[in-house]
């Protein structure tokens, strides 16, 4: 089983339309998870932390089951500006014995047309 | 607002020849990382760097690689004899904490390596 798992999409909406990813991890000893987004060759930037509670940042909300060992990220009122790649990162933790490393899934592919 | 900087943007090499990396991580961050990424392909772990040495490194990290933090601001990335399958676009990353949970790795634009 990979590590962290997505969809690889491409998911394709019209603007406006809510979407929705989902992404899984391996390891019950994983401690923290991220979503980051990646435009075309560019470099991976933060969008958001992922907490057990849930959290919301605009028209972004993310979810962890740490049961299920499933992280969801929910963009409402979809812009052309969303297109790009979101990418699930998970990292165990130094306390766990996985050490610091990030550890991404493959992404999953959105393309917001007109 | 702070930023990682790589250098070059680009790199082309022949195969069998030593490229070095460059990376300039944010200047209070104590916990610095090599990913690479093949075209197409998820990207993939390299190397930890922390308190001046290796952290931890994955299997793809094996003699041909290595890193030096030489003068306290820069981190650089090593590849000995570079190969083919050495292609691919090399992230430099910094984070202020490896032990706080959620702490965010801002990553640097990129150097895109092709070995020819």
């Known amino acids: 089983r990979k590590e962290v798992e997505q969809d690889p999409g491409p998911f394709n909406v019209p603007e406006g339309a809510t979407v929705a990813f989902n992404c899984t991890y391996s390891?019950?000893?994983?401690?923290?998870f991220f979503w980051y987004r990646q435009d075309c060759r560019k470099e991976p930037k933060l969008l958001m932390s992922v907490y057990s509670s849930g959290n919301e940042d605009g028209r972004f909300t993310a979810q962890l089951n740490r049961a299920s060992q499933y992280i969801s990220l929910l963009i409402r009122d979809s812009k052309l500006s969303d297109s790009a790649t979101y990418l699930c990162?998970?990292?165990?933790?130094?306390?766990?014995?996985?050490?610091?490393?990030?550890?991404f899934g493959t992404g999953t592919q959105l393309k917001v047309e007109l | 607002e702070p930023e990682v900087t790589q250098t070059p943007s680009h790199q082309v090499t022949q195969m069998g020849q030593e490229v070095i990396l460059r990376c300039v991580p944010i200047?209070?961050?104590?916990?610095f990382y090599w990913y690479r990424q093949i075209l197409g392909q998820k990207v993939e772990f390299l190397v930890s760097?922390?308190?001046?040495?290796?952290?931890?490194k994955s299997e793809i990290f094996d003699d041909q690689f290595s890193v030096e933090r030489p003068d306290g601001s820069n981190f650089t990335l090593k590849i000995r004899s570079t190969k083919l399958e050495d292609s691919a676009m090399y992230f430099c990353a910094s984070r202020v904490s490896g032990v706080v949970m959620n702490t965010e790795a801002f990553f640097g634009q990129g150097t895109r390596l092709t070995v020819v």
């Open positions: 990162v998970v990292n165990m933790g130094i306390l766990t014995g996985g050490g610091n490393k990030l550890t």
């Open positions: 200047s209070n961050h104590l916990y």
């Open positions: 390891n019950s000893a994983s401690q923290s």
């Open positions: 760097f922390y308190n001046n040495e290796i952290s931890e």
